[in-house]
């Protein structure tokens, strides 16, 4: 078995942690579940680097946490 490993730097965690307390307070108050449900973490390979975004799956919005420093 082949297993693939995705690291978020330190700038690019608080990013998505402010992200995650933003939403936890506006969206999360709205329903009741568990974070792993409220949080979608996309990583996309590229020649230079990986991209890396984190969505709210409650209302949809998305930011681009990608560290470009660290390409």
């Not at 965690?13 to 996309?42: D, M, P, Q, V, W």
Request: proline share 1%; net charge negative; glycine share 8%.
């Amino acid at each position: 078995m082949k297993e693939i490993t995705f690291k978020i730097q330190d700038k690019e965690l608080e990013i998505a942690e402010a992200f995650i307390k933003k939403h936890r307070s506006s969206c999360g108050s709205k329903h009741n579940l568990t974070l792993g449900e409220y949080f979608t973490y996309t990583f996309m390979p590229t020649g230079i680097g990986t991209a890396k975004t984190i969505k709210c799956n409650l209302c949809g919005e998305e930011e681009n946490i990608t560290d470009y420093d660290c390409w």
